[in-house]
């Protein structure tokens, strides 16, 4: 894959690297724990917002 291609994940990437189902991924949307684009009539996780988002559940699970 190129840069460009890996700055975006697309929901299935999410669910594959989370082990969650889609509606797991949509309520981290929608709760706004986890930032998304919407692309056209595609939705988009930043790469970046991805990994933020697990390196705070990494925080949560060691305090």
Do not use: C, N, W
């Amino acid at each position: 894959m190129t840069a460009m291609t890996e700055e975006f994940l697309t929901v299935p990437e999410v669910m594959a690297r989370l082990k969650v189902g889609r509606s797991t991924v949509y309520d981290l949307i929608r709760s706004r724990r986890l930032a998304s684009v919407t692309i056209g009539r595609a939705r988009r996780i930043p790469a970046e917002a991805f990994h933020a988002y697990r390196r705070g559940l990494i925080e949560e699970a060691s305090q």
